[in-house]
């Protein structure tokens, strides 16, 4: 999976930077409403940092003491960081972590190994619900040295990033190896690992946020078509009614779960179009909220 997700973070064109600038500006507007609340913090933690291309490193570093960046993808991280005045990257501590907890298990290896000796679709099932059963812990051992430590916590665009796209691959060059029935049904116990994956992630996530902290996130939620738009331009009831149909299902149970977890009083939502490339337009939701104190 890391392979896989360095590779994703390396396929980018030379103009990205400058493309990305109206939707690096919608995510430094998430905090500026949090700083709004809290003029300074002392650490911020950012979960899925990347390439960095969609953070406003310098702006950060004036509203806080240290800025901790965690990604799979180290190279990426510095590479993102590299060209920031030595006084920003002075503030910046790099985290390399599989927010999933999956490497804790070798999981990648095994449904390989599975996949590649054509183990029975009905061993394949067992396995993604055994390591489904184990997330909550494997959860926690991620996120464990971070409890209670940051002002604020923000996830960067991951939902849609984590474990799915990577596994889909995978099975897609061993699907022909099964029945129509029985590779549906590893396809649904993929999905439902990818689900609580999310669950999990944010559950621990949020434990890293001090009492009355704050947290952000942002995510692309569906990708945008021209028949779409009317729909978008009804506003968020009738986004989240149509995402529900054609959106992308990790960043739904993404933004839920980030719900769940805030006092819904100081909850605020926004959404935006991000250019991503030449070919792909997402709509992007972006939440900020109040750590909810039960």
């Known amino acids: 999976m890391e392979i896989y997700q360095r590779k994703m973070n390396h396929n980018r064109d030379e103009y990205r930077k400058l493309r990305w600038q109206p939707h690096r500006i919608q995510v430094t507007g998430l905090f500026d409403a949090v700083f709004s609340k809290k003029a300074f913090a002392n650490k911020v933690a950012i979960v899925g940092a990347g390439n960095c291309d969609d953070l406003d490193l310098e ?24 060209n920031l005045p030595e006084r920003i990257r002075k ?88 029945q129509k029935k029985g590779a549906e049904e590893i396809k649904n116990g993929i999905l439902d690992l990818r689900d609580e994956i999310v669950r999990k992630m944010n559950h621990s996530i949020s434990k890293c946020i001090k009492q009355n902290g704050f947290c952000i996130t942002w995510t692309d939620i569906l990708k945008i078509e021209p028949e779409y738009m009317d729909t978008i331009n009804e506003g968020m009831n009738a986004i989240f009614a149509l995402a529900s149909n054609v959106g992308y299902g990790a960043a739904l149970i993404g933004v839920k779960t980030f719900i769940e977890k805030v006092d819904k009083s100081e909850l605020s939502l926004r959404y935006w179009t991000w250019d991503f490339n030449a070919n792909k337009q997402y709509l992007t939701i972006g939440i900020i909220g109040r750590l909810n104190g039960l």
């Open 91 to 178: 503030k910046i501590q790099l985290v390399e972590i599989d927010v999933t907890g999956l490497d804790k298990v070798d999981f990648d290896h095994h449904l390989s190994s599975m996949l590649n000796r054509g183990e029975a679709e009905k061993g394949i099932i067992q396995y993604l619900k055994e390591t489904e059963n184990r997330l909550g812990q494997l959860s926690e051992s991620v996120f464990a040295n971070y409890y209670n430590d940051f002002d604020i916590v923000a996830t960067s665009a991951i939902y849609t990033q984590l474990f799915y796209n990577w596994a889909k691959e995978l099975f897609s060059d061993y699907e022909h190896q099964y």
């Open 59 to 82: 702006y950060l570093a004036t509203k806080c003491n240290t800025i901790y960046l965690f990604d799979i993808d180290m190279k990426s991280m510095e590479k993102g960081t590299a």
